[in-house]
């Protein structure tokens, strides 16, 4: 089968995947196709911001320079932020079209680490000419009409299909985004499924789970968060929040699905079926989008054993649990005391709790959720659970 990666060297991530890739392609068997496209030529197509971390909340910038750090280490690849990011890449993206396929991956080797590794300028002509040099490609090819064109026609040819950013995999008529999806990449291409983290005999931690149930990627988090517990000793508090709240105060808008491009949403519907698969679990969007789910969390802040319930009857069942009657119905069905609980969410003490639990979120420096909070360290998102795993077993 055949593998294509579509990337610019001006993105981190994708100099991620750039030292990934290779590596998948050998253990599958797959043919590895390097697509080099213009980002800036894929965001104009969207409408998207060229920069669009400029546009990212304060709390959104930390975290994701943050994990960065967290990707690289974990993979074992060297990386610095380029104090000069992002540069202007088109004439370095001009020189990989130019090249022979015989030396295409080497040569984005090269300027990928000198980037992302020695921090160097790829703006400057003579930075590049000292790169190209030695893979015998001419300097004289970021001028050459044919090259701008072909690299043109490459990102529209990208952009029209749906992509939207890098880095990207497709396999047939499928497409991966985002350098934390190679191992769907590979499930896909016929490699191995989820594995069961190791066991870790290390004196229990505390790991807490911010959440709320409005989030469906929350909701796969919190289908997976007691397996991690249990292999790794750790002891989670699950504390949910009001995630509306949250984006008011650090700036965001409220229900971010609504503000990406259609082909953006396209790709996180998919996304999330993809991850409810890998791990193993039902997934579909509730009838009513968004949730209020203020009364819910006041009653998971009661009866913590409630959280699941709520969570299915959202997720899997598909029901509106913001709506009292519905509540009512799930609660009662699971046994438990519904009107008891209903009643509880009108007592000043857990509506306080849940405003303590979203200010406790802020201040940890959460910009959404699921968050996961381990001493000083945090992650968001449910696809970084390899990260939380792993500093678990450290």
């Given at each position: 089968m055949r593998l294509r990666f579509y990337y610019d060297v001006v993105c981190p991530y994708a100099y991620l995947a750039s030292e990934r890739v290779e590596a998948v392609a050998a253990r599958t068997g797959a043919?590895?196709?390097?697509?080099?496209?213009?980002?800036?030529?894929l965001y104009q197509h969207h409408g998207t911001d060229q920069v669009p971390a400029e546009s990212w909340a304060e709390a959104k910038v930390g975290i994701g320079a943050r994990d960065l750090a967290q990707q690289?280490?974990?993979?074992?690849?060297?990386?610095?932020?380029?104090p000069r990011h992002p540069q202007r890449t088109v004439a370095a993206m001009r020189l990989i079209v130019a090249a022979p396929w015989?030396?295409?991956?080497?040569?984005?080797?090269?300027?990928?680490?000198?980037?992302h590794v020695d921090g160097q300028d790829l703006s400057d002509h003579d930075v590049l000419a000292r790169i190209a040099g030695p893979h015998g490609v001419d300097m004289g090819a970021i001028e050459d009409a044919s090259i701008k064109q072909t690299l043109r026609g490459l990102t529209a040819a990208a952009a029209k299909a749906g992509t939207f950013g890098v880095p990207v995999f497709e396999v047939g008529r499928r497409r991966w985004w985002g350098q934390d999806r190679?191992?769907?990449v590979e499930q896909a291409l016929g490699g191995p499924g989820r594995a069961e983290p190791a066991a870790a005999p290390h004196k229990a931690r505390r790991l807490t789970f911010f959440h709320d149930f409005s989030s469906p990627f929350s909701y796969l988090a919190s289908t997976q968060i007691d397996r991690i517990a249990a292999a790794t000793g750790a002891r989670v508090r699950w504390r949910p929040i009001l995630l509306g709240a949250l984006f008011r105060e650090i700036g965001t808008p409220d229900v971010p699905l609504f503000s990406m491009t259609e082909a953006?949403?396209?790709f996180v519907g998919q996304d999330l079926q993809d991850w409810a698969q890998w791990w193993g679990e039902p997934f579909r969007f509730p009838d009513t989008f968004p949730l209020r789910t203020v009364t819910a969390l006041r009653i998971a802040l009661q009866d913590p054993t409630t959280t699941r319930h709520?969570?299915?009857?959202?997720w899997v069942d598909g029901k509106d649990i913001g709506a009292a009657d519905v509540l009512a119905q799930v609660l009662t069905n699971a046994g438990f005391d519904a009107d008891g609980?209903?009643?509880g969410t009108q007592e000043q003490a857990i509506k306080q709790a849940l405003k303590d639990n979203t200010t406790a979120a802020i201040d940890a420096g959460?910009?959404?959720v699921p968050t996961f909070v381990l001493g000083k360290q945090l992650w968001w998102g449910q696809d970084r659970m390899n990260l939380v795993t792993a500093a678990l077993q450290a």
């Open positions: 043919e590895l196709e390097w697509c080099p496209v213009l980002l800036g030529g690289a280490a974990h993979h074992g690849l060297a990386f610095t932020l380029n015989t030396v295409r991956a080497s040569l984005s080797h090269d300027l990928f680490r000198a980037y190679l191992h769907l953006k949403r396209s709520l969570y299915r009857a959202a609980l209903l009643a959460a910009c959404g």
